[in-house]
């Protein structure tokens, strides 16, 4: 009887540290890109996923328009941003 509640304890304890390890984190990362990727704004320097960097041109509900380069403009989802390298001061 006692072996078989110590083997319980110690599968509930690897899946509380599994959580507290893996899964929580993973959802924190989330939730910092999504909340980035939520108040993206025109003037923002972006990198996205495929590694371009642009300055926001404008900002749709689910899309934005990058300025890249000598003023190529390019349309990307909101969701392909990777990070924003410097906000606008406006």
């Known amino acids: 009887m006692n072996a078989a509640i110590a083997n319980l304890l110690l599968i509930v304890l690897f899946f509380v540290m599994f959580y507290f390890l893996l899964i929580r984190p993973q ?3 989330q939730r910092a890109i ?8 025109k ?6 996923i495929g590694g371009l960097h642009g300055i926001i041109d404008s900002v749709d509900e689910d899309k934005i328009i990058v300025r890249a380069g000598d003023g190529t403009r ?3 989802d909101r969701s392909a941003v990777r990070e ?3 906000e606008s001061k406006a």
Do not use: E, S
């Open 27 to 29: 959802q924190k990362r």
């Open 34 to 41: 999504q909340q980035m990727q939520a108040n993206l704004k």
């Open 43 to 48: 003037g923002d320097k972006i990198i996205t």
């Open 74 to 76: 390019l349309t990307f």
């Open 84 to 86: 924003v390298v410097a």
